[in-house]
DNA sequence: TCTGAAATAAGGTTCCC
DNA sequence: GGGAACCTTATTTCAGA
């Protein structure tokens, strides 16, 4: 079990991570609590910095912007310049939404939104191949989403045996 | 432009996805409007479909689950019985916050998310390749995240000559 | 038909027990 | 941790352009 929450502490976040529109009443009925203490603790993960922010989540289906892929890049000679360049590049496409660098084969896997293939052609032409830094692209169009989530596994948190500083280690 | 949103809801749509916490007091003022025309105008986004929901995003490090990798995994024999299946025994792994199918030689992106290298080795050894309809998996573990948002480039919605129906098309 | 101002209702926040 | 007062904000209604 975590030193920083317990499981009133998992429950409230378990809520709030789907609902952030939830009330504080809604919330103190739900995990069997009034409202003062219930307030009080999404008070105190919020100072934590275990709450980030509230956002809201938009439809891209909606908006048009239902076609998604997953590419990776491979950059010609991962340098230092060469990575800190092309990161410097990334600020100007706005349709990577995530951009991450990984270990193996690639230097970065990115998840690209658009419009359409037609839009994405044009991403990978006119940004992430106009230049000479990358030498290989993959691209994963995503064809159906199973799970997707921006919800944190908490029940992993609460688990036993985590490899905390237990004094007197007792068994792995 | 699209016919759905215009400049002003898109000016709207950029600020309550970064922060759902702010008044509509705030955000009329700094899209130049008073709070009444404002909240109309977020209230038929919600009707539309457009906003989904407001959620509380979480500091994973924080929370001891630091240890992201991308997942592809190739199934044995991708037939509509074993997709349905390897589905199915997700449900089961927490640590899985998005599953996706993917075009091209691998059957599934995944992104898993886990306390450290070694549960991220239990998560491998007890779940995803606990059974036989996994063939294949490579693992990208996250080093660095470059960008990481929930937000939707909106930007990309107002562009012009969207594949729209345009009853007398203009060029492309 | 759409905007803005004011009234109302609901919720967040604080204080005290 | 719980209860109640207080104060901010969401939401509705209404008048005006």
Same mark, same amino acid.
């Given at each position: ?29 739900? *995990? ?8 009080? $603790? ?12 509230? &956002?809201? &989540? %938009? ?9 998604? &892929? ?6 010609? %000679? ?10 410097? $590049? %990334? ?5 990577? *939404? ?16 658009? $419009? ?20 290989? &692209? ?18 992993? *948190?609460?688990?036993?045996? =985590? ?5 007197? =280690?007792?068994?792995?």
């Amino acid at each position: 079990m975590s030193d920083l929450i317990d499981e009133l502490d998992a429950r409230i976040l378990n809520l709030i991570q789907e609902d952030a529109s939830l009330s504080v009443a809604d919330l103190a009925e739900r *995990v069997g609590l009034s409202p003062s203490p219930c307030w009080r $603790r999404i008070k105190r993960l919020e100072d934590l910095g275990v709450i980030l922010k509230r &956002v809201t &989540v %938009l439809d891209p289906d909606r908006l048009g912007l239902g076609f998604e &892929v997953y590419v990776s890049v491979k950059l010609s %000679l991962p340098s230092r310049a060469n990575l800190e360049a092309f990161e410097a $590049r %990334l600020e100007n496409w706005p349709e990577v *939404v995530s951009c991450q660098t990984v270990t193996g084969h690639e230097d970065y896997m990115l998840r690209v939104m658009t $419009r359409d293939m037609h839009a994405y052609d044009d991403f990978l032409r006119d940004k992430l191949l106009a230049s000479d830094l990358v030498s290989g &692209v993959e691209s994963r169009i995503i064809m159906r989403s199973v799970r997707q989530t921006t919800a944190v596994p908490i029940s992993l *948190v609460l688990d036993k045996d =985590a490899p905390k500083e237990t004094k007197a =280690a007792g068994g792995k």
